[in-house]
């Protein structure tokens, strides 16, 4: 099964993309995760996304493209894979088409998870990670067991740079303005299924099961 997930940050996506991938076997590719780990690894790919990361900015396309078109080329996308938080712009959205085309493949579904802004901002400034197995959290409905440490390996969580306000507001402008008209590129394929994505976690992956049954 071959999945985007559409959604502005905050919306769920990655912590849905996760049960997804246990249940279904396939694999995730989140292009921020795959930039966080550029980072974090101090490449030349890490420290020029940086910047546009860190004010809630989108990194250029060309770098996209050519980082996704390398983990296209990896066995472990055969099996099915969910695409988290990309493509993310029109010129992404047609890399990607070509990148299908080239490989033979076809998209099965584009998930589009919905939530209302305002708590989308209360949602994120609020979120915190594990930097080791990339658990989310977050402090007013999932809380960790112990404040401020992951239930899972005992790793101090942390508050992603680019979660403040200032630039969660920014980064919900760029998803209406360049994200969201994506709807409209996959709209006449027959693909998009709008997810409500207000209430628990569990009520939420209930209703994406429903979708792609
Ligand atoms: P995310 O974890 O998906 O919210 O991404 C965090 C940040 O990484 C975004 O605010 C962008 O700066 C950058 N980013 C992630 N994916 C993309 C993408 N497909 N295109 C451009 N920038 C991206």
Known sequence: MRIIFLGPPGAGKGTQAKLIVKDYHIRQLSTGDLLREHRKLGTELGSKAQTYMDAGNLVPDSVILGMVGEEFNKPDLAPGYILDGFPRTCPQAEGLDQLLQNTNQKLDHVLVLEVPDSELIRRLT??????????????????????????????????????????VLNRLKVYQEL??????????????????????VAEIYQRILNAVK
Not at 137 to 148: C, E, Q, S, V
Not at 184 to 197: F, K, S
């Open 126 to 167: 609020a979120r915190r990670s594990c930097p080791e197995c990339g658990h989310i959290y977050n402090l007013i409905f999932n809380p960790p067991k112990t404040a401020g440490i992951c239930d899972h390996d005992g790793i101090e969580l942390i508050h992603r740079s680019d979660d403040t306000e200032a630039t």
């Open 179 to 200: 994200t969201k008209p994506l709807v409209n590129h996959y709209e006449p394929q027959g693909l998009v299924r709008h997810i409500d994505g207000t209430g628990g």
